[in-house]
């Protein structure tokens, strides 16, 4: 298992990958979702949003889809990151929110009808991104990953994430391949 310097390593060649990779067409970042807490956006939620804000000031992206159903608590995830990212002076015609799926997969399916380019970048935790670019391949987008770094985040939080990440790997594959099957 990798230690914390090496998923920071991880996280900053994905996001430098990407930053790399952009053109200076329109690119949308579609940012996943994480939980809204009682008191309020959950640390992951708040550092995904903050570093989308943060591309798009770069001029790296120029659109923002926070995706993001009803949690346990209100608002959306929608709802919060869209906060948030004006918060950060994002302009709201800059942003588009999704704000009813609870999964990656519907995450990235729920968002597609909101794209105005192929060309996106998905803004989630380095952990998560491997399953996030299989599912978004899946549904015909080119597409990049841009992690966070993970300062300030708790250790323990992304160790039991990167391990939830194995079988949810699996699964998305055998639910990806069944939906891209052709009927015979």
């Known amino acids: 298992m990798p230690c914390k310097d090496q998923w920071q390593f991880i996280a900053t060649g994905v996001e430098h990958a990407a930053a ?37 000031h770069a001029g790296k992206v120029t659109h923002l889809i926070p995706c993001g159903g009803m949690g346990q608590h209100p608002p959306t995830e929608a709802a919060a990151m869209t906060a948030l990212l004006i918060g950060a002076g994002i302009p709201a015609d800059a942003i588009t929110p999704e704000d009813t799926s609870t999964t990656t997969m519907e995450n990235i399916r729920n968002a597609l009808p909101l794209l105005q380019t192929r060309d996106v970048v ?50 998305y594959r055998l639910r990806l391949t069944a939906l891209t099957r052709k009927p015979r």
């Open 20 to 56: 790399s990779r952009l053109t200076s067409g329109m690119t949308t970042a579609l940012i996943l979702g994480a939980a809204v807490w009682a008191n309020g956006p959950s640390p992951t939620l708040r550092r995904r949003t903050l570093h989308a804000a943060t591309l798009y």
């Open 122 to 171: 998905i803004v989630t935790d380095g952990y998560h991104g491997p399953r996030a670019r299989m599912t978004a391949r899946a549904f015909g987008l080119d597409v990049r990953v841009s992690a966070p770094p993970l300062k300030g985040s708790r250790p323990m939080a992304q160790i039991k994430g990167a391990l939830r990440e194995i079988p949810a790997l699996i699964l």
